[in-house]
């Protein structure tokens, strides 16, 4: 079984400082986990994954994310938020089960970025 | 265009009625998925193919119908539309079983009266 939480629902940062998301996860086997990005009224675009190599993932746009094994966690971050950021964002975990793998989403975070 | 797209884009039915969400992919991608997109749920995966005439329920298939008869379709049918069926519908693609990379269609945002 599979679970990822996202520990806020709604994160506010004004432009130009840090922004981090946070996602902790919990996987019976080796887990790929993931982030996704939302904009208003669009699909689902991938922000990075991290597929068992280096722990620290570089994505699109400036994100990044760091998979720590030891607090089952993988917090999306940015050094310096832009207001084309702002948006829903997804975690998500898949784990190799010698099938199918799915994918399963957390409930979201909305980040907005004030002026 | 390439790529993956839904049809409609913005649908409303009543209670009752049989509805079909169409979703058509260019890229001959093995795995083909339905999810619902709720408040508080994130997404959760209704249905999902490994290859056209191959299908197997997710998480929330009550309710819903699928059939894959060529590669490139995935249609979605709630068969008799429920006001706790209104959500918004996305259907999304992957070359193979392993989940590297998914990707998904804009949308469609089915309101049930």
């Known amino acids: 079984a599979q679970s990822v939480t996202q520990l806020d629902s709604h994160v506010s940062v004004s432009e130009g400082t840090p922004v981090l998301l946070r996602c902790n996860y919990s996987?019976?086997?080796?887990?790929?986990l993931f982030w996704y990005v939302q904009h208003p009224n669009k699909g689902l675009q991938l922000l990075l994954k991290?597929?068992?190599?280096?722990?620290l993932v570089k994505g699109i746009n400036g994100f990044e994310a760091e998979f720590k094994k030891s607090e089952t966690s993988f917090h999306l971050t940015k050094p310096s938020a832009h207001m084309s950021d702002a948006a829903e964002y997804f975690c998500?975990?898949?784990?190799?089960?010698?099938?199918?793998?799915?994918?399963?989403f957390g409930t979201g975070t909305r980040l907005t970025i004030i002026p | 265009d390439a790529g993956i797209t839904q049809s409609p884009r913005y649908k409303i039915t009543e209670t009752g009625r049989q509805v079909t969400l169409m979703c058509h992919q260019t890229w001959s991608h093995s795995y083909m998925f339905w999810y619902r997109q709720d408040l508080g749920h994130g997404l959760r995966l209704i249905y999902y193919?490994?290859?056209?005439?191959?299908?197997d329920k997710g998480e929330v298939p009550d309710g819903y119908v699928v059939s894959r008869s060529k590669t490139e379709n995935f249609p979605l049918t709630l068969e008799s539309a429920t006001r706790s069926q209104t959500s918004v519908y996305f259907c999304a693609s992957r070359t193979g079983p392993v989940a590297y990379e998914q990707y998904f269609g804009p949308g469609t945002r089915l309101t049930v009266t």
């Open positions: 998500v975990v898949t784990a190799n089960n010698f099938g199918n793998e799915k994918l399963t």
């Open positions: 991290y597929t068992s190599a280096a722990t």
């Open positions: 996987s019976s086997y080796s887990p790929s």
């Open positions: 193919s490994a290859a056209a005439d191959i299908t």
